[in-house]
Structure formats: C-alpha cells, structure tokens
C-alpha cells in the first residue's frame, strides 16, 4: 500500500459492516479522509474506534450517520443486495453530482455459490438507473474478499475491475484501488459490472471447495505500471 497522491473525502454507507469498514481502513492508511456510515450513527463510532486502533498512528477515520457519510465527495455504497437501493435512494439528494462506488454483490442466500443476476442483468445498472444521471455511479471490488481488508499487512491479491460509462470517474476508482493495495483496470461500460457480480459466486465457490477465505481474480497480458 501507498500513500495517496491527492487526499479525497470519502463517506462508506453501511462502512460500519466488514466490506465497507475494510476498504475504509485501507483509504485512510493510505491517507484519506474517511468517515464511515451506518443507520446508527453511535454503531457507526464504536466501528470506527475499533478499526483506528487498527491503524496505529497511520491516520484515523470517523464514524457518523449514512447521511453524513453520503456528504462527502466520493461516497461509497457497501450494504447487503437486499436494501442497496432503498439505502441509496434515502440518500439521493446527498448523492447528487458525486461519484458513487457501488460494491453490491446481488447474491440470493443460501446457493450464494450459484450465479443468480437480478433482472435487469446487473445490481449496479439498476442502481444507476434508479439514481438517473445525476449520480456518476461505478461498481468497483465485488470480487475483493472482505476476508483481508483489515489486515494492514496482508496484501490483496486481488485484481478490480472497475466498470462504469464515465471514463474519469473509473480513473478515480482505480485511484482508490490502487489507494487500498490492489489493481484496478477500466473494464468498460457500467452494463459490464454483470461479469464482476456473477464473478464473485465463482470465487465463493473456490473458496468453497478449496477451503480457502477470500479467493481471488488476476488480469494477464497487460502491463502494469
Ligand atoms: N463481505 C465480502 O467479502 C464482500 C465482498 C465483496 C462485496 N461485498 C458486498 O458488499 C456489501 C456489504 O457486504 P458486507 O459483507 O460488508 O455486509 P454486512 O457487513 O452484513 O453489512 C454492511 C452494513 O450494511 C448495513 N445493513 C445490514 N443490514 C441492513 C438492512 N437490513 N438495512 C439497512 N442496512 C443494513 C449494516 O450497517 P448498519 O447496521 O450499521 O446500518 C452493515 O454494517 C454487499 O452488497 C456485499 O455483496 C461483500
């Protein structure tokens, strides 16, 4: 991991969670100022005690209301499928104009190990069609295990693809990717966020069969910097 080149405000809705509060330690480790939402505002500040003592004097982030975390300049969308978009549109007024990452993995318990796409084809798609074109949404770290995110010392070995129609808002993610330790690649179109949802079923079910905690994805034959 890296310190980041340009501190960024980021609010992580449902960052009280082990996906979100994952990504949030990583952000501000690397130096970004984070504040990490919940429905609760005091679960949200107890979590954030919690991962600050995670990073020993490598910055600190705050815990607040999901409203608050909507309030910053890059937000963050990290709750379960199931109320990703009543969540999100709670918030729309706080969205509008912004870039919002959605790390929504659209799984049907129990067969999560089973690709089941919603209609539509995609989570994130209707998100953003839900959201309209004010929000400049990204899906971002489907396939990125929450398995690893708080060990600062563990690296990821985890590719993210990053799909969205809007080519500096992908540049950004692949900032905050790179920011949290992994590599992101523009994987086009929003409408392509379908292969990292179905994707991470796959990697469940390595992690299944393999008996291993957070299996992940490698792009080839490009590359890095
Ligand atoms: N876990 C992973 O390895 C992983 C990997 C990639 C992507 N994802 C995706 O990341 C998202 C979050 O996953 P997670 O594992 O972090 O989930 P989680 O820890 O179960 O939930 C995250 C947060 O969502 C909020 N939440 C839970 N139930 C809710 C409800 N009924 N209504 C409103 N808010 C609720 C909670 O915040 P408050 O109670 O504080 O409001 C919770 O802390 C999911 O869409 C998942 O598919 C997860």
């Known amino acids: 991991m890296s310190m980041a080149t340009e501190k960024l405000s980021i609010g992580v809705i449902g960052g009280s969670g082990q996906e979100g509060g994952g990504l949030a330690l990583r952000w501000a480790a690397a ?34 209301s999901n409203a608050e975390a909507a ?46 796409l ?19 949404v990204v899906s971002a770290f489907q396939n990125v295990s929450a398995a690893h995110l708080k060990d600062l010392a563990h690296h990821v070995d985890c590719d993210v693809l990053v799909c969205g129609d809007d080519a500096a808002a992908r540049e950004t993610v692949i900032g905050l990717a790179r920011d949290a330790g992994m590599h992101g690649w523009h994987a086009g179109v929003l409408a392509n966020s379908a292969a990292a949802e179905a994707l991470t079923s796959v990697l469940i079910a390595i992690n299944q069969r393999y008996k291993v905690p957070g299996a992940g994805i490698r792009i080839t034959g490009v590359p890095r910097d």
Do not use: M, Y
């Not at 130096?31 to 490598?58: C, F, M, P, W, Y």
């Not at 990703?84 to 912004?98: I, M, N």
């Not at 919603?118 to 400049?136: C, D, F, H």
């Open 31 to 64: 130096g970004h100022d984070v504040i990490i939402g919940s429905r609760t505002a005091e679960k949200a500040q107890e979590a954030a005690q919690k991962l600050n003592t995670l990073l020993v004097g490598r910055g600190q982030l705050r815990g607040g």
């Open 71 to 116: 309030a910053q300049a890059i937000v963050v969308l990290a709750v379960p499928f199931a109320v990703q978009l009543a969540t999100a549109e709670a918030l729309r007024e706080q969205l509008a104009g912004k870039i919002l990452v959605d790390v929504t993995v659209p799984l049907v318990p129990p067969k999560v190990s089973r690709a089941q």
């Open 118 to 136: 919603p209609v539509g084809g995609s989570a994130v798609v209707t998100l953003q069609r839900t959201l309209g074109e004010a929000v400049k």
